[in-house]
């Protein structure tokens, strides 16, 4: 195929064929509202000293995770990635992090993506995974889609106690394939009808639950159990979700390797049994030998992607997040396997530091009784406005779950807390003590 | 006595009494290559006439098999979830994916027989 510029007389033909007069025909269908009419009021032209001035001024209205303490998690974790990774994702052989339709050139790409593989399905605890989706969200959506198509039955019913935003991408994402989708808590009893049940270990408020006795009401219903999991830190000190029985995990990678990074991009993990691969989305990459017999990697079980089966595809996700889970792959060979539940259980101890600072607060109340890194206490009035008064303190104290779940007014006094290796002791204080202030 | 018939999809089937054996042709196969995988249909499970009732999956894609007849299936060829490459080696043979009891003979006139089939690939170039 040939790239070359259009001239007035390919788009003129191309019009003609089509039976329109000009390319604005072609928005007509767009609000006149909607549309720019001349240029944007912006400056046309500075030099670089001045835009580094500007965007600088611009910058510095942001506060950054890394500005005071912070206990901000809900869905995006702030860990300490190492120079190194930053360093190695850069190296040229890893230029174009994207999913390699050749392999003779892209060994090194694909070997990657296939050690990346098999770190997902080691920390899942699942048979195979995929070379990553998007992100955590989309991947749910995609295991909800996946269910649907494995056990050919349209009901699906997520935890009420799934992050609404995993919750809502799902119901945008799947809402013209024709399932039945509703959030419940506490969850109904899994019978025939059901392709899955969705539930998310921690859980969106932080709770920590074996998942076993579910799995088993699942499989003993033909359904599905797709454990979603927010943090991919947990996964260092909690039981695998397919050693609870899980048979699709998603999980949010962004926390190992990768920054907050404004919410995105970030990195989906998806894993799954492995006699249901055929009916897993997006990449894979496999390990084979070549003709002289030598080791080698390449992109397989393609039949069923889009470019090939068109509308009847798995998924219309023909790519992966590439640099991030490069970047993950990286974070977690330098972790090794004790280094990463090394890093679990520092996660965890900060968290139960920062519960027992908190709670010793007057009218502060414990809401999670097992947590890993994250957890809910009451406050004895609305949580927003606390966490708003708290930043006059200097600290980033939580998310308060009215944002999260804006329709229910049990949990207006609801905060959700977050501690990882990156919080200090010192941090832990000056929280308690802006609490104290605060509250009294 | 068994007859065999042929659909424009390239399934085949061979009836015999009130039950047909139902496969790809030796054509499709051909034209798919090599095959890797099969999704067989579940025993008991009823088809219509041109439903999606299994896929053929080959190296090169995965294609959508359609019944040639209404019916009940009595039982797939499970010796293809082994040896799926049976179907390249045996397509109008051992490579038989179901059998089907059949709802109405009737369709079976709508189908070409082998010179007919044969005259259909063909006409296909």
């Known amino acids: 195929m040939r790239y070359l510029p259009l001239g007035d007389v390919d788009r003129n033909d191309m019009l003609g064929r089509i039976g329109a007069d000009s390319v604005d025909d072609l928005f007509e269908v767009i609000p006149p509202s909607a549309r720019l009419e001349g240029l944007l009021d912006l400056p046309l032209a500075q030099g670089e000293i001045e835009v580094e001035r500007a965007l600088g001024k611009l910058s510095a209205k942001n506060r950054a995770a890394g500005d005071g303490p912070f206990f901000v998690g809900a869905g995006a974790y702030r860990h300490h990635v190492p120079a190194s990774v930053d360093h190695l994702i850069q190296r040229s052989e890893f230029l174009t992090a994207y999913t390699p339709y050749q392999p003779e050139i892209s060994q090194g790409t694909l070997q990657v993506l296939f050690e990346f593989q098999t770190q997902v399905a080691l920390i899942t605890g699942m048979d195979v995974a995929n070379a990553s989706m ?22 699906i019913v997520m935890s009420g106690n799934l992050h609404p935003h995993y919750r809502d991408t799902v119901l945008t994402t799947a809402q013209f394939i024709d399932l039945e989708m509703s959030s419940v808590e506490p969850l109904p009893e899994v019978d025939e009808t059901m392709a899955c049940v969705v539930v998310q270990n921690p859980d969106v408020f932080g709770r920590v639950r074996d998942l076993t006795p579910l799995a ?30 899980a048979d699709i995990v998603v999980v949010e990678g962004q926390g190992i390797g990768n920054g907050l990074n404004y919410g995105g991009p970030y990195l989906g993990l998806f894993a799954a049994r492995e006699k249901y691969v055929r009916q897993m989305p997006g990449r894979l990459c496999g390990e084979t030998v070549d003709g002289d017999g030598r080791r080698g990697y390449v992109l ?5 992607e889009q470019h090939i089966r068109r509308e009847k595809a798995t998924s219309n996700i023909c790519t992966n997040a590439g640099l991030c889970s490069l970047a993950f792959s990286i974070h977690l060979s330098l972790l090794g396997e004790d280094g990463f539940k090394r890093l679990a259980l520092l996660n965890h101890q900060m968290a139960v530091k920062l519960s027992n600072a908190l709670i010793a607060v007057p009218g502060v109340e414990e809401e999670t009784e097992t947590f890993f890194n994250e957890f809910t206490v009451r406050l004895p009035r609305p949580a927003a406005e606390v966490v708003d008064e708290l930043l006059e303190h200097d600290v980033l104290g939580g998310v308060p779950l009215s944002r999260l779940f804006p329709e229910r007014d049990d949990i207006e006094n609801h905060l959700l807390v977050t501690a990882t290796e990156t919080n200090t002791m010192d941090d832990v204080t000056a929280f308690a003590k802006a609490l104290r202030e605060v509250l009294s | 006595m068994s007859t065999t018939k042929y659909s424009e999809e390239h399934e085949w089937v061979e009836v015999d009494g009130n039950t047909g054996t139902v496969g790809i042709s030796n054509y499709a196969q051909d034209q798919l290559g090599d095959i890797v995988f099969i999704e067989l249909p579940e025993a008991g499970a009823t088809v219509e006439k041109g439903a999606e009732v299994a896929v053929v999956e080959s190296v090169k894609a995965a294609s959508e098999i359609y019944s040639p007849v209404s019916g009940d299936i009595v039982e797939a060829n499970a010796a293809l979830n082994e040896t799926p490459e049976l179907v390249n080696s045996d397509a109008e043979g051992g490579g038989w994916l179901y059998k089907i009891t059949l709802a109405d003979a009737g369709e079976l006139d709508g189908l070409m027989d082998a010179d007919g089939y044969a005259e259909f690939v063909e006409g296909l170039g």
Do not use: N
């Open chain 1, 216 to 245: 088993e009401a699942c499989h003993s219903a033909g359904a599905l159990m797709i454990v979603v999991v927010t943090e991919v830190v947990s996964l260092g000190a909690i039981k695998s979700p397919g050693a609870m029985g």
């Open chain 1, 300 to 304: 397989t079980l393609s039949a069923r």
């Open chain 1, 134 to 155: 998007y992100d955590g969200a989309t991947a749910c959506a995609e295991a909800v889609m996946m269910a649907a198509r494995v056990t050919r039955r349209k009901k």
